[in-house]
RNA sequence: GGGGGCGUGGCGGAACGGCAAACGCUAAAGGCUUAAAACCUUUUGUCCCCUCGGGGACUUGCAGGUUCGAAUCCUGCCGCCCCUACCA
C-alpha cells in the first residue's frame, strides 16, 4: 500500500466527529426556508454494506449537500427496513434470535455509514421492528378493516414451499419467489389481503402526473396495473334458460367472429353445466391434468393449449347461433369473468386453438393485405359482421357495446390485471395483524387502546409448521376487546412491504407517539422531493407505497396524494459480469475501501464512472484513478496554503490575457457542474468537468511564476480556483474539501457556503473562434469577434488561406452562416 | 408474443442536428530515483502521404432516407440488455 496518499484516515474521523457533534445535519421545520425531502431507500440490515449498495448513498448524499449550499432546508434521514425473513433464516440457521442478529446488523451498518460520512440526521432513525414503529401501522390496519380496505378471504395464493410463507403476486417472478427462487406452489387458504384494486384507477392516472419519475418505472407500473376496457354480457346455455356463461372481451366489434367459447376449467359453472357421469369424469380428469402443471410450465412460451370440448352448447347473443362450449387451460379464473368468447379470425390464442381442434374461423375484419393465415389483431372495416359491417373498430366496438346496453344484455367494463394485495405472511419476524377470533363475536379487531400487539419474544423458530406465533400459547390466548371472553389471536403477520410503505412520512416525525406522524411536520417537509432507489422496486415498495399514502390521505391523515415527487433509479454495480451481492461472492466491501482509500474515493470514483441510471462496472484501476485526482488537489491546494491565505479575496478588475481565460475556464466550470447535477443528474461529467478546472489550474500555476510581474493577479485567480474547486468538489467528496477549506483559513463548514455562481462579467467571450467547414468538411478556422456580422464572417471564411484551395475551380452555391459557431460552404464543380 | 432501452477507441464513458472520441483508465516512451513505488512530461481510433512544421482519407452495429450539415431525426435489417407474458 503506498504512503503516500493524503492523510484520509484522519480527515475523515475528524469532520464524521465534528458534523456529529454539532448536529450539523440536524434540521427543523422552518417555514421561513425552502424544504428538500432527500431520500435514499433504506436498507433491510442484512450484514455489511459493499460498494454495491454504497452508490445509492453517495447519490443521495450529493444531492442533499448540494441542496444545503442552495440554501435549502434538507431533511436527510435514515433508518432500516428491520422485519423480513433473513432474521429469521439466521436464528432458525444459528440459534440467535432475530431481534438480537437485526440489531447487531444495524449497529455494524451505522457505524459503516457514520464512516462513509453521509450527511443524515440521524436523531431521527427508525427501524421498522420496534413496536413503537408498527404500533401506527397496525392502527391503520384497524380503520382499513372497518372501510373494507383490508379483509380476509380463502383463497388460492402463491406459495413459497421453502419460506413457507404467502407470497404477494408482486413478489413472484417467473413462478419463482422474489427472494430464495423456489419454484411457488399455489395453495388455497385463508389470507389477509389490501384492496389495492380500489385505487387501480387512480394510481395509473397519477402516473401520467408524475414527471420527475423515468418514464420506464411509469411504463412498468402502468403495465402490471395493465387496464383494459371492453364489454362484458351473457352468453346463454342452450336449452338450459337457467343457465348463462359471463363473458369479458376488448374486441366486441368481433362479436361475429365467435366459433366457441371458453370456460377456465375450474369455473364453478362447469359443475352445473356438466350433468352427464361420463362427462364429469372426464372434466375431473382434465382438472388434474391441469392442476399438475407447474406454474412455470403453465407460463412457458408456445405451450400447446390444452381444451376439453364439453357436451353443451352456448348461444350467441348477436345472432342467436349455438357455438360448442370448452374447457381450457388458456383462460384463467383469475381474470375478467374466467369465461371468453373465442374468436379465432381476430385473436391469436383462438386462432391456435382453433386450428388444433378443427373448428371454424371467420373473418370479421378486412385484411388490409389480404388474407394472411394468420390471426389479424389491427384495425380495419368489419365484414361479416351484420349491422356492423363496414364500420371501424373504434366505432364498431362503440355499436356493438350499446346494441347490449339498449338490450339489458350487458354492460360496457373496465378490467385490471392488478391482484389485491396479499399480506399474510405466515412467519415470526414481522408485524402481528391485530385481530383476534372470538368464539361469540367471531373476527374482532384489537381495540385501539391495546395497541401495539406487540410481538412475543419467546418462539420456537423451525421454519417448518405454519405460523411460529400459532405455537405461542401466552400469545395467542387473548381477551376478545368486544365482550371480554376468551379469543384466539391472528398468527399471521404483515407483510414487511407494509412498513416501507409509510416509513418516508414516519421520518418528519419520528418520536411523535400520538400518532403515526404529526400533522404539520408531514405537510411540511412531504412529498419526498428526491426519492432514490434501485429498478427492483419499480413495481414491488414504488406501487404499495403509493396506495398506502392514497389510503393515509383518504383516512384524513396527510393532504398528498402522492409520495415521492421525483424518483431516480441508480443502476446496479457489477462486478465480475454480476450484480455485486453477498450470496454471489463477488463483493468488495466499503470498509476494504474506505480503509485503503478513503471514503470520499470510494464515492467519487462510483459518481465519476458511469451515469447513474446505468450499470456500473467496478473497476480496480478506476478507483486508482480516483484517488490520485484527489491527492492531486490535496497536493496543490497544501503546496499554495500560504499563497493563497495572503491572496486578495477579489480579483483584480482589469487581468491580463492568460487570467482572463482562466477565469473564464473558472465560471464555466462552475456553470457545467450546476448545470450536470440540476439536469439529468451527470455527476460524471460534473467531475469530469471539475478535473478538467484542476487541470486547468496547474497549467496556470506552472505558466506563471511566482512572484513574476502580475504576483498578486495570479494568487487571486488560484485563490478563487481553488475555493471554486473545494465548493464544487464538495458535495462528493466532503471530508478533504472540509479539511483543505478549513486549512485555508476558515471556519464555517463548506456546506455552510453558498453553491458558486457563475460571474456573467467573467464568462464574457470577446472573441470566438469559429469552424469553416467546405462541403460538410472541416478545412480551417477563423477567430472573429462576438457576433461579427454574418456578412463579414462569410467574406473571411470564403478569404481564408486554408479554405481557398477547397473552393477554387468550384462554384459556391451557397454558404450557410451559423453565427459564433460555423460556416459551411456549399459549392459544385 | 407484447412493451421499453441500448449499440461510439484496447476499456469506462463525452458530445442543444454544427470541430466525434471530453474526462478517466490501460499501454508505451522519457524524466526524477542507487533502485522501485509515488510523482512529472509526451504519445495512445484506423490507414496513407510527408520537406518531420504538418497534410490527407476513413471511422459512431449494417443498409437506406431527410438535411448545407446526422453518433444524434426517420425507415428497414442485425446484435445485446431489461421488463412482461395464454390478461381475452
Redesign the pocket.
Known amino acids: 500500500m503506498?504512503t503516500?496518499r493524503y492523510p484520509f484516515r484522519e480527515i475523515e474521523a475528524k469532520w464524521q466527529g465534528i458534523w456529529e457533534e454539532t448536529k450539523q445535519f440536524q434540521v427543523h421545520e422552518d417555514p421561513k426556508r425552502p424544504k428538500f425531502y432527500c431520500l435514499e431507500m433504506f436498507p433491510y440490515p442484512s450484514g455489511r454494506i459493499h460498494m454495491g449498495h454504497v452508490r445509492v448513498y453517495a447519490i443521495g448524499d450529493l444531492l442533499a449537500r448540494y441542496k444545503w449550499m442552495r440554501g435549502y432546508n434538507v431533511l436527510h434521514p435514515m433508518g432500516w427496513d428491520a422485519f423480513g425473513l433473513p432474521a429469521e433464516n439466521a436464528a432458525i440457521e444459528h440459534g440467535v434470535h432475530p431481534v438480537i442478529w437485526t440489531y447487531e446488523n444495524i449497529d455494524y451498518m451505522r457505524s459503516q455509514l457514520k464512516r462513509m460520512g453521509i450527511s443524515y440526521d440521524w436523531d431521527r432513525e427508525v427501524a421498522t421492528c420496534d413496536p413503537s414503529y408498527y404500533k401506527w401501522e397496525q392502527l391503520i390496519f384497524i380503520k382499513m378493516l372497518e372501510r373494507g380496505l383490508a379483509y380476509r378471504k380463502r383463497s388460492t395464493v402463491n406459495w413459497c414451499p421453502s419460506c413457507q410463507t404467502v407470497l404477494a403476486n408482486e413478489q413472484v417472478?417467473?413462478g419463482r419467489c422474489w427472494r430464495c427462487g423456489s419454484e411457488v406452489t399455489p395453495r388455497d387458504i385463508d389470507a389477509w389481503f389490501f384492496k389495492i384494486t380500489a385505487y387501480a384507477e387512480e394510481l395509473l392516472e397519477w402516473c401520467d402526473r408524475l414527471p420527475g419519475w423515468p418514464?420506464?418505472v411509469l411504463?412498468?407500473q402502468r403495465?402490471?396495473i395493465?387496464k383494459?376496457e371492453?364489454a362484458e354480457f351473457d352468453l346463454k346455455v342452450d336449452g338450459r334458460p337457467d343457465l348463462s356463461i359471463r363473458v369479458?372481451?376488448?374486441?366486441p366489434d368481433t362479436v361475429f367472429g365467435m366459433t366457441y367459447a371458453v370456460l377456465?376449467p375450474e369455473h364453478p359453472l362447469v359443475d352445473q353445466i356438466v350433468r352427464d357421469g361420463a362427462e364429469r369424469e372426464s372434466v375431473a380428469r382434465f382438472r388434474a391434468e391441469v392442476s399438475r402443471q407447474s406454474e412455470i410450465e403453465?407460463?412457458a412460451?408456445d405451450?400447446p393449449?390444452?381444451g376439453l370440448r364439453l357436451g353443451a352448447k352456448v348461444v350467441n347473443p348477436f345472432n342467436n347461433q349455438p357455438v360448442p362450449l370448452f374447457i381450457a387451460?388458456?383462460?384463467?379464473m383469475?381474470?375478467?369473468t374466467?369465461a371468453?368468447m373465442a374468436v379465432p379470425g381476430e385473436?391469436?390464442?383462438d386462432w391456435e386453438f382453433a386450428e388444433q381442434h378443427g373448428l371454424p374461423i371467420i373473418e370479421t375484419v378486412k385484411r388490409p393485405d389480404g388474407w394472411t393465415g394468420k390471426a389479424y389483431t389491427g384495425d380495419g372495416v368489419k365484414i361479416n359482421s351484420g349491422f356492423l359491417d363496414g364500420l371501424p373498430m373504434t366505432e364498431a366496438k362503440r355499436r356493438a357495446t350499446d346494441w347490449l346496453v339498449s338490450r339489458g344484455l350487458g354492460t360496457a367494463k373496465v378490467?385490471y390485471?392488478l391482484r389485491d394485495w396479499g399480506i399474510s405472511r405466515q412467519r415470526y419476524w414481522g408485524a402481528p395483524i391485530p385481530v383476534l377470533y372470538c368464539e361469540k363475536d367471531g373476527m374482532v379487531p384489537e381495540a385501539e387502546k391495546n395497541l401495539p400487539v406487540a410481538l412475543p419474544r419467546d418462539v420456537q423458530l423451525s421454519g417448518k409448521g405454519g405460523s411460529p406465533l400459532a405455537s405461542v400459547a401466552s400469545f395467542v390466548n387473548a381477551t376478545c376487546p368486544k365482550c371480554g371472553g376468551p379469543a384466539k389471536r391472528e398468527t399471521d403477520t404483515m407483510d414487511t412491504f407494509v412498513e416501507s410503505s409509510w416509513y418516508f412520512l414516519r421520518y418528519c416525525s419520528p418520536r411523535y407517539d400520538t400518532g403515526m406522524f404529526e400533522e404539520n411536520a408531514a405537510a411540511y417537509w412531504m412529498p419526498v422531493d428526491q426519492y432514490i432507489g434501485g429498478?427492483e422496486h419499480a413495481?414491488l415498495h414504488l406501487l404499495y407505497a403509493r396506495f398506502y399514502t392514497k389510503v393515509l390521505r383518504d383516512l384524513g391523515l396527510t393532504k398528498i396524494d402522492e409520495p415521492f415527487m421525483a424518483l431516480l433509479s441508480q443502476g446496479m454495480v457489477i462486478k465480475d459480469g454480476a450484480k455485486m451481492s453477498k450470496s454471489k461472492g463477488n463483493v468488495v466491501s466499503d470498509d476494504y475501501v474506505r480503509e485503503k482509500y478513503g471514503a470520499d474515493t470510494g464515492r467519487l470514483f462510483e459518481l465519476f464512472?458511469?451515469?447513474p441510471e446505468?450499470?456500473l462496472?467496478w473497476?480496480d484501476?478506476?478507483i486508482?484513478?480516483a484517488s490520485?485526482?484527489l491527492?492531486?488537489v490535496w497536493r496543490f491546494v497544501i503546496a499554495h496554503l500560504e499563497e493563497i491565505k495572503a491572496a486578495p479575496d477579489k480579483v483584480p478588475s482589469s487581468l491580463s490575457e492568460p487570467g482572463r481565460a482562466f477565469r473564464r475556464t473558472i465560471h464555466e466550470t462552475i456553470q457545467r457542474v450546476t448545470e450536470d447535477i440540476e439536469r439529468e443528474f451527470?455527476f460524471?461529467?460534473a467531475?469530469?468537468a471539475i478535473?478538467?478546472l484542476v487541470?486547468a489550474l496547474?497549467t496556470f500555476e506552472s505558466a506563471n511564476a511566482e512572484g513574476g510581474p502580475a504576483a498578486s493577479e495570479r494568487a487571486a485567480l488560484i485563490r478563487e480556483a481553488v475555493e471554486t474547486t473545494l465548493h464544487l468538489l464538495g458535495p462528493f467528496c466532503p471530508h478533504v474539501t472540509e479539511e483543505l477549506w478549513s486549512q485555508l483559513g476558515h471556519r464555517e463548514s463548506v456546506f455552510k457556503q453558498r453553491w458558486p455562481v457563475a460571474d456573467p462579467a467573467a464568462l464574457q467571450k470577446t472573441e470566438v473562434?469559429v469552424?469553416v467547414?467546405v462541403?460538410?468538411?472541416?478545412?480551417g478556422r477563423l477567430v472573429v469577434d462576438v457576433d461579427a456580422a454574418e456578412d463579414r464572417v462569410r467574406q473571411l471564411a470564403l478569404g481564408d488561406d486554408k479554405v481557398r484551395p477547397w473552393v477554387e475551380r468550384r462554384r459556391v452555391e451557397?454558404v450557410?452562416v451559423?453565427p459564433n459557431?460555423?460556416v459551411?460552404i456549399?459549392t459544385r464543380a
Open positions: 503506498s503516500d417472478e417467473d418514464e420506464r411504463t412498468m403495465n402490471w395493465g383494459s371492453g369479458f372481451t376488448t374486441r377456465a403453465r407460463t412460451a405451450r393449449k390444452r387451460d388458456y383462460v384463467l383469475g381474470y375478467g374466467g371468453i385473436d391469436e390464442r378490467n390485471r429498478i413495481v464512472a458511469a451515469p446505468k450499470d462496472e473497476n484501476q478506476g486508482e484513478g490520485r485526482f491527492n492531486r451527470h460524471n461529467t467531475i469530469a478535473m478538467e487541470n496547474q473562434t469552424v467547414q462541403d460538410g468538411k472541416v478545412r451557397k450557410v451559423v459557431r460555423l459551411n456549399v
